[in-house]
């Protein structure tokens, strides 16, 4: 039997990412932050393939009294232009998530206030340094929030600062905004705006036209073609733009490309990229069809493993003394004869698949191990970017 104590890691990990984003709705900031006079990104971009799944995304009016999804507001204005008058901001993000860095929007406001100036920039799920480009020189507060945005109540969401807690971790340390020198032509680096460390873990919420609604997708939603479905779950996942190519993506938004198809059986992945403003990650896309289509099972970025061709791990979320840990089989499925059983971190090669046959406790994928035989594709999944071992 596949190891019952690894496979429950791997669900929690999948379950409590799941919970998280599921979780991050607007639900009722009670004043919409104050409009900036300052730069916005393009929400155009052109789409990869004619799929019929779109991730256009739309400009975000605060919490709509409450409701679960944001009411019309004011479009997004066009990208700023980078030029010898303008700065720079960067950094790395961070969230407390078992498996990686959600998508967020980090945003400068003035110190002044916003109507003096605010700018932002998006960064995919996975995604850990950020930029703002086109920024006016002046003095800033920076702040991280998850998108889509958690609205928290009188005008906050979801989100950390850059602090001096931010800078030392020492418990004595302010959790206040620290200001942000800006100045052209230059860039203004090593503004990490992770302080999650505050009691209710809110900020100020950003200016409408920073934000944009990220695409989502219904849970068990199918579509008639790999691609529909791999690029509503990749933008999806990523609260990104889908492009053709990482070089059209506009300044400062996110964005994903979906990539070349690999079919296996009744299941396909798609190998592409993702990030903003030049930072570039590889990514993976999973689906599967059965009889009512094709869905997605996930997104990832970075990765570069499970597929054809590529060498990993065993992952079972750590080693389990005095069990086998993951099962081979000779064929996919539950009824393939266990041939042999795999601990965590043991290296392997796949050379071949993906094949679709669902199993409890899996989600339904097999890879074929190079000289041994298949593999519930749980089991070969390392935590996006989780800094585990």
């Known amino acids: 039997m596949t190891n019952t104590t690894g496979a429950m890691r791997i669900r929690l990990i999948a379950s409590v990412f799941g919970i998280i984003l599921v979780g991050l709705i607007l639900v009722g900031c009670a004043t919409p932050p104050e409009k900036r006079d300052g730069a916005a990104a393009s929400t155009s971009a052109s789409p990869s393939g004619a799929a019929s799944p779109t991730s256009t995304n739309t400009a975000w009016a ?19 232009s980078t030029t010898s008058t303008s700065g720079v901001i960067a950094g790395t993000a961070g969230f407390p998530m078992p498996n990686g860095v959600a998508p967020q929007l980090i945003y400068a406001v003035s110190t002044a206030g916003a109507a003096h100036g605010a700018y932002s920039a998006e960064i995919v799920a996975g995604q850990f340094s950020y930029t703002i480009k086109g920024v006016a020189p002046g003095e800033y507060h920076v702040f991280s929030a998850v998108r889509p945005l958690v609205c928290k109540g009188q005008g906050t969401v979801l989100g950390a600062a850059y602090s001096e807690f931010a800078t030392s971790g020492n418990p004595s340390a302010s959790h206040a905004p620290l200001p942000v020198i800006v100045k052209a032509g230059a860039t203004t680096d090593r503004i990490n705006p992770g302080d999650w460390y505050t009691t209710d873990k809110t900020v100020a919420a950003p200016p409408i036209e920073l934000v944009s609604d990220p ?30 190519s990482m070089a059209t993506c506009p300044i400062n938004r996110a964005c994903v490309t979906i990539g070349t198809q690999h079919d296996g059986t009744e299941a396909a992945y798609f190998d592409g990229q993702g990030g903003s403003n030049g930072e570039v990650l590889r990514c993976l ?32 979320g750590g080693v389990t003394p005095g069990t086998c840990g993951a099962n081979v089989r000779s064929t996919p499925g539950p009824t393939g004869k266990v041939v042999a059983c795999l601990q965590h971190h043991t290296g392997v090669s796949i050379d071949a698949g993906p094949k679709y046959a669902p199993m409890e406790t899996t989600d339904g994928i097999w890879w074929h191990l190079a000289g041994k035989g298949w593999m519930a594709d749980t089991f070969l999944i390392y935590p996006e970017t989780c800094g585990c071992d």
């Open 62 to 80: 605060g919490c709509g009294g409450g409701g679960s999804s944001p009411v019309s507001g004011p479009p997004l204005q066009t990208s700023p």
């Open 285 to 316: 896309t999973y689906v599967v069809r059965d009889t009512a289509g094709w869905r997605g099972v996930r997104s990832q970025c970075p990765a570069v493993f499970p597929a054809v061709g590529q060498s990993g791990m065993v992952w079972l």
């Open 215 to 244: 695409p989502t997708q219904a849970p068990g939603q199918t579509f008639a073609s790999a691609r529909d479905s791999a690029i509503a779950i990749a933008s999806a996942h990523a609260a990104a733009l889908i492009v053709d």
